[in-house]
């Protein structure tokens, strides 16, 4: 585990976490995912409502720069984690983790059943860390959740690929 701290993002940060994204994102591509159009960061918009919402996250190195980060909002009464990303360099060391431990934690705390997520099913460094942290394939998957992935199948990413998953709390 690389010592990181999880806080709240800043608005100066934005365009770090844009690059984040951007950089996490080879390792899809070294994965072959396959990308409906070239990958693109979530928005300044898309990062600042997380802000807002008190549900954008950080992992701080020593010198409080970010080395990865989290997006969620609540839907249908749980929380969807959005994005998570954490510099490629840095993959392996428990950063992710602790972003989605912490993300959890604010669930709970905000009395939220569930937490919920889409991804990639044949990913292994996505999947399988998630089944590890709990997360199933609902069998009776809740409405926000299924308009998430059929929207991302409309956008163009493969329905054989495209999983919703939850965390009851």
């Known amino acids: 585990m690389t010592a990181t701290t999880i806080r709240p993002a800043r608005e100066s940060e934005l365009e770090t976490l844009r690059a984040i994204e ?23 918009g898309q990062l600042g409502a997380y802000l807002a919402d008190g549900l954008l996250l950080v992992a701080a190195d020593g010198d409080d720069m970010p080395v990865g980060f989290l997006a969620a909002e609540e839907i249908d ?22 972003l989605m431990l912490a993300a959890i934690d604010i669930a709970r705390a905000r009395g939220l059943p569930a937490a919920m997520l889409t991804t990639d099913r044949f990913v292994v460094f996505n999947y399988r860390f ?22 991302e199948i409309a956008n163009g990413m493969d329905a054989a690929r495209r999983v919703g998953m939850m965390l009851r709390l």
């Open 130 to 151: 998630y089944r590890s942290m709990g997360f199933e394939e609902p069998a009776d998957m809740p409405a926000g959740l299924r308009a998430i992935l059929e929207g």
């Open 22 to 44: 951007m950089d996490a994102a080879g390792a899809l591509i070294d994965a072959r995912v396959p990308f409906p159009g070239e990958p693109h960061p979530l928005s300044l």
């Open 77 to 98: 009464g749980m929380l969807y984690i959005a994005e998570v990303d954490v510099i490629r360099h840095l993959h392996g060391k428990g950063i992710g983790r602790s």
